[in-house]
């Protein structure tokens, strides 16, 4: 029989975020180490963490990764993504719901233009509390990485992250068993520990997650994951997909988190949902499912988007009335149409009122917040105002 996971410490989601190669995959890889002589953690080596040139040689996207660990205050989820476009994504939609981030900084390199982005990504999508590492400091002069620090400093002051701790780390060498870098990912953890608080969780809404993925379980049928935004879920509830293809209900046979069965998910959890008597075709990314009558799809919706601009690695150019670009929403993607109210163009930098129509109806509610994208750009930002039909 599978273990039971036990709800003895509040559970935190956070991530590594940061530029390309500035050591990501290898401090996640290292945290999971470290805690593991402690018993606190299963050791996931880099090649499990970064399954993106394997899966890529394959042919399938996998854009999140997620390991698990615990300190002796939390329990955590850790995601950790292979590609900056993947950041982008997760992070506009709240695919990836983070309490909390670790922005890793190579000592050695300084604060890169993905670095930049992914701060304003951070502040823009709500993550309230970031703790960076510094990392790669072992083969960094000490006096160079004072100077990166100010730099980060500085950066984190303009995007409204005053208090930010900043550690000295190396990733590779406590992979590698160095007691003394060993020390440094202690020391990280404890200022996440100290640093992100435990949000608020609404566990008395209705219960709703959006869906990342499903897989098919021989002799048990349709596992459906994802990151419970709202509400509990426990074996015997009925839920409903909602979305592309939605409009069905299942009773849920089985819940679990990485692997390990649970009594009950809550907001906030990864969970895994065992559904007795669906297909694997029937159930979408994109999709939410939700307690039965509570969520409806829409195809038109107001919003208010910011456009990023071409610094933010957005356009350079306006767009016009009638713009079609494609939309995330939470873990949904769709192509729809822009109209602008009251104007005929938007400027990259600017915030227009504008009416959507996406070309697959969608789960949504106001304020949720989307990402627009367009061949391999974000061009920006929005948040849902109104729901139309
Ligand atoms: P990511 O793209 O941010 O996930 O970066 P990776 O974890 O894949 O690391 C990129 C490269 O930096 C690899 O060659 C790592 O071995 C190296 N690296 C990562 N952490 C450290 C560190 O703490 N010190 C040193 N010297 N190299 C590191
Ligand atoms: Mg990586």
Request: aromatic content about 4%; cysteine-free; overall charge negative.
């Amino acid at each position: 029989a599978k273990r039971a996971y036990v709800r003895t410490k509040p559970h935190i989601n956070i991530g590594t975020m940061g530029h390309v190669d500035h050591g990501k995959t290898t401090l996640t890889a290292a945290i999971t180490k470290v805690l593991s002589a402690a018993d606190q953690a299963a050791y996931v080596p880099f090649e499990r963490i970064d399954r993106s040139r394997e899966e890529a040689a394959r042919g399938i996207t996998i854009s999140i990764s997620h390991v698990e660990y615990e300190t002796a205050t939390r329990h955590y989820a850790h995601v950790d993504m292979p590609g900056h476009a993947d950041y982008v994504k997760n992070m506009l939609t709240g695919a990836a719901q983070l309490d909390g981030a670790v922005l890793v900084i190579s000592a050695q390199d300084g604060v890169m233009p993905q670095t930049r982005e992914h701060v304003l990504l951070a502040r823009r999508v709500g993550v309230a509390h970031v703790v960076v590492a510094l990392n790669k400091a072992d083969g960094a002069d000490p006096e160079l990485t004072d100077l990166v620090e100010l730099e980060v400093r500085e950066l984190l002051a303009e995007h409204g992250y005053p208090d930010s701790p900043i550690v000295r780390v190396s990733g590779l060498r406590a992979l590698e068993g160095d007691p003394e870098w060993t020390a440094s990912i202690e020391a990280l953890l404890r200022a996440v520990d100290d640093h992100v608080p435990v949000p608020e969780r609404y566990t008395d809404a209705p219960f709703l997650m959006p869906v990342e993925g499903a897989i098919t379980v021989t002799g048990r049928g349709t596992v459906v994951t994802g990151a419970i935004e709202q509400g509990t879920v426990a074996v015997g509830d009925t839920v409903e997909a909602v979305g592309q293809n939605g409009g069905f209900t299942a009773v849920v046979t089985g819940v679990e988190t990485f692997g390990k069965t649970m009594e009950r998910g809550e907001a906030g959890d990864n969970a895994a949902l065992l559904l007795r008597g669906v297909r694997r075709e029937q159930v979408r990314r994109g999709q939410v499912l939700a307690a039965p009558g509570s969520q409806t799809a829409h195809r038109r919706f107001t919003a208010r988007l910011t456009l990023l601009t071409a610094e933010e690695g957005g356009r350079r150019t306006p767009v016009v009335n009638g713009y079609r670009p494609q939309f995330y929403l939470r873990t949904a993607d769709a192509p729809g149409r822009i109209t602008l109210r009251g104007a005929d163009t938007a400027l990259p930098g600017e915030t227009a009122e504008v009416e959507v129509e996406l070309g697959t109806p969608l789960a949504m509610r106001p304020g949720l917040g989307f990402a627009v994208r367009e061949g391999g750009l974000t061009v920006g930002a929005g948040e849902v105002t109104g729901v139309l039909d």
